[in-house]
């Protein structure tokens, strides 16, 4: 049974940081891409950062490109989003989720290529 838990959410002042965990379990870490997304109140899931298997790749939004780094340890199967100077729209739940594709060559951003998602950690940005 694969899970993806993520950690890390909280509160934070404007202009603060977090760094948010995503723990795998249940698969071969290392064969997938992995994305992180968020859904903000009112509004649909978006992308917000993607790497590939073996972390050599990354893709952005434009809207957290230059603040965001998506990494990735697969001795740990730990994909992690560093978030560094928060603005009151980054305010949202964040979910990560593992590609169902094993190509190592591309990225995903959009959400028809993942399959496996995780419950979201709450993230909010006070101004």
């Known amino acids: 049974q694969v899970q993806l838990v993520e950690s890390g959410g909280g509160l934070v002042q404007a202009g603060g940081s977090l760094r948010l965990s995503c723990a795998a379990s249940g698969l071969t870490f290392s064969y997938f891409g992995m994305g992180w997304f968020r859904r903000a109140p009112g509004k649909d899931r978006e992308f917000v950062a993607s790497i590939n298997r073996n972390g050599g790749l990354t893709e952005y939004a434009n809207s957290v490109k230059g603040r965001f780094t998506i990494s990735r340890d697969n001795a740990k199967n730990t994909v992690y989003l560093q978030m560094n100077s928060l603005i009151s729209e980054d305010t949202a739940v964040y979910y990560c989720?593992?590609?169902?594709?094993?190509?190592?060559?591309?990225?995903?951003?959009?959400?028809?290529?993942?399959?496996?998602w995780g419950q979201g950690t709450q993230v909010t940005v006070s101004s």
């Open positions: 989720a593992s590609a169902s594709s094993t190509v190592s060559s591309r990225t995903f951003s959009e959400t028809r290529w993942y399959n496996y």
